[in-house]
């Protein structure tokens, strides 16, 4: 006898909104053209990646992406300019990928 088919979804809770494995939706600020802008002139004129395994270990790799040190979520949860330099690093895409591995990792997203 077949079964009806069980609901995938508990009705009480709300839908999950996808964004991948991110936890917030960044595409639109990434894909903006005030962030391209800003991420193009950083690069330009911090063209090797400043992460701290490079700087420890006196690697040098050229900059691909612009990465936010603290975060971008940290930064617009506490009403800090995500365009601001000082919150930037320049960053080699490979070390930038190992970055917010450990940072999703940090924040049990993964
Ligand atoms: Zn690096």
Known sequence: M???PTPKRK???????SHGRRLHDNSKFYNGR????????????NPLCECKECKELERVLPAQVVDHVKGL???LDNNLDPYDWKELQSMN???HDKKSGRD???NKIL
Not at 11 to 17: L, Y
Not at 36 to 44: D, G, H, I, Q, T
């Open 11 to 17: 009705p009480w809770q709300e839908e999950r909104v």
């Open 73 to 75: 979520q940290y930064l």
């Open 34 to 45: 005030p962030w391209r802008k800003v991420s193009k002139a950083y690069r330009s004129e």
């Open 104 to 106: 999703a990792h940090k």
């Open 93 to 95: 895409k490979k070390c």
């Open 2 to 4: 077949p079964k009806a």
